[in-house]
């Protein structure tokens, strides 16, 4: 049985206008993993490295934003691994550093 905890931070920057990367402060652009219990390095470096943008403006609703960044990690610890193991992300304002 895969076990996965997710722990979800949000990260949004002050009202109004656009940050520098062009994605808006008023909405959620990304979905980043940011710390991993895999049992090994290769493992946790793969996840640390796991960035998603948002598709279209982002999300407005910290509750949305919340619910994709979940499925979407959910997502990911399921088809890349046997057994599941504990992630926290943060969604943020901001797009994806590639």
């Known amino acids: 049985m895969k076990k996965t905890l997710l722990l979800s931070i949000f990260l949004l920057s002050a009202c109004g206008g656009s940050n520098s990367d062009g994605s808006s402060k ?5 979905c980043q993993i940011t710390a991993s219990s895999a049992l090994l390095a290769s493992d946790m470096t793969k996840d640390l490295s796991q960035c998603w943008n948002a598709s ?3 999300y407005e609703s910290q509750e949305d934003a919340l619910q994709w960044c979940r499925q979407t990690v959910e997502n990911y610890i399921a088809s ?3 057994v599941g193991h504990d992630v926290q992300f943060i969604a943020k304002s901001t ?4």
């Open 26 to 30: 008023e909405t959620y652009s990304s």
């Open 80 to 82: 890349t691994y046997i």
């Open 56 to 58: 279209g403006n982002g």
């Open 95 to 98: 797009y994806c550093a590639n």
